[in-house]
C-alpha cells in the first residue's frame, strides 16, 4: 500500500524560495504512473501544480511555470517541489499526490501548509 508523507512547508516572505520533499513508501517512485504536487487555498477548488509520469513527462500550472521544479530522487524515494520568487498567491495547503498504476486510485499525502507573506 502507497502512502506518502509530506514535509517542507512554512512561512515565507514574497520572493523567497521553500522546497517541499514528498517520501514514498510502499512502491518505488521510478515505477509510478504518475505522481504531483497539488494545492488547495483557503475557499478554493484543489488544483494541479506539476506533475510527472514515469517517463519523466511533466505538466505545470501556467501559474507556477519557470518558478517551480519538480525532481524525483530514486535512492532516497523522495519527489521534491523546488518554488521560488513565491507570491501570496501561492498560499496553500500543498499535497502530494500518486498514481500507482493507471489502474489505481489516487493516493494523497496529508498536506503541508504554504504561506507567503506580503
Known amino acids: 500500500q502507497v502512502q506518502l508523507v509530506e514535509s517542507g512547508g512554512g512561512l515565507v516572505q514574497t520572493g523567497e524560495s521553500l522546497s517541499l520533499s514528498c517520501a514514498a513508501s510502499?512502491?518505488?517512485?521510478?515505477?509510478?504512473?504518475?505522481m504531483g504536487w497539488y494545492r488547495q487555498a483557503p475557499g478554493q477548488q484543489r488544483e494541479l501544480v506539476v506533475d510527472?509520469?514515469?517517463?519523466?513527462?511533466?505538466s505545470y500550472a501556467d501559474s507556477v511555470k519557470a518558478r517551480f521544479t519538480i525532481s524525483r530522487n530514486y535512492p532516497t524515494n523522495t519527489v521534491s517541489l523546488q518554488m521560488f520568487r513565491l507570491k501570496p498567491e501561492d498560499t496553500a495547503v500543498y499535497y502530494c499526490?500518486?498514481?500507482?498504476?493507471?489502474?489505481?486510485?489516487?493516493?494523497w499525502g496529508q498536506g503541508t501548509q504554504v504561506t507567503v507573506s506580503s
Open positions: 510527472i509520469t514515469s517517463g519523466g513527462m511533466t
Open positions: 499526490n500518486a498514481r500507482p498504476t493507471i489502474y489505481d486510485r489516487d493516493v
Open positions: 510502499g512502491r518505488s517512485i521510478r515505477t509510478m504512473y504518475r
